[in-house]
């Protein structure tokens, strides 16, 4: 069987088209009297170059589904297509392989205290399928910062940095290897008007771009209309589409 990387990297044709296909998925927490349904019934798509915002109020189910998705937990019922890859019954290594064909960014920028910007970015690159010399590393790395308004933070480390700066790092650390996939939580929860405008900018120069595909939560309405789609949900199902 082909590897995870070379089906995602390979003729759109074969994928499916789709990036998402996610069908009656359930997910359930706990078990016996504790058991609390957390997604009910499923059904959502997102197609490659599109960015799809998932938003609703605390506890519906949003980020559940965005981590099983990215193959962060185990699917219960239904099913699940990431580039035409079921994660149904997925081998640990073809979800170790999957993910790293994605960008994660979530609200904890997770930044490791004794790295740089660029060491962050650098060390990221090592996941790549090609991995990149230092000079090419550093010229990616110094255009992304850039791009969101931190290039002159560079050398910088997260203790010399602002929560809004950490999380922008986090960013770019998930974009730095282009990935055909963006799952994100809240990525703009802690930035100010003019970062996050950047960062979506940036995002969704990818998506047009790349043909990259977008899955996000967040109840950022100052980001809404940069969207290609927003599905709201509640109490684990789809409500409504917009």
């Known amino acids: 069987m082909a590897a995870v990387s070379d089906l ?23 078990s016996g009297a504790t058991l609390k349904p957390v997604l009910k019934s499923i059904d959502l ?36 297509k990431v580039f035409g ?33 660029f060491q962050t970015l650098r060390l990221a690159t090592e996941l790549a399928a090609r991995r990149p010399t230092r000079e090419e590393a550093l010229e990616k790395a110094t255009s992304l910062l850039a791009a969101i308004g931190m290039d002159e933070h560079l050398h910088a480390r997260p203790g010399e940095l602002s929560t809004g700066q950490k999380q922008r790092v986090a960013i770019a650390r998930a974009l730095i290897n282009d990935p055909p996939l963006i799952l994100a939580d809240e990525p703009t929860a802690s930035l100010d008007q003019a970062s996050a405008g950047s960062v979506i900018a940036l995002i969704r120069k990818r998506v047009k771009d790349a043909r ?31």
């Open 8 to 30: 995602i990297q390979g003729d759109s044709r074969v994928m499916g088209g789709a990036a998402v296909i996610a069908a009656g998925v359930g997910y359930n927490f706990g």
């Open 45 to 80: 798509t997102v197609e490659r170059g599109e960015f799809v915002i998932l938003t609703g109020p605390s506890g519906a189910g949003k980020t559940t589904l965005l981590t099983l998705v990215g193959a962060l937990r185990s699917l219960q019922s239904g099913s699940i």
């Open 212 to 242: 990259a595909a977008v899955l996000m939560v967040t109840h950022d309405h100052r980001i809404f209309s940069a969207a290609d789609r927003v599905v709201r949900m509640e109490d684990g199902r789809i409500t409504g589409v917009s």
């Open 85 to 117: 890859i079921e994660l149904a019954g997925l081998s640990p290594a073809g979800q170790r392989d999957l993910r790293r064909q994605i960008g994660f960014i979530f609200q904890d920028h997770n930044l490791f205290d004794a790295l740089t910007a």
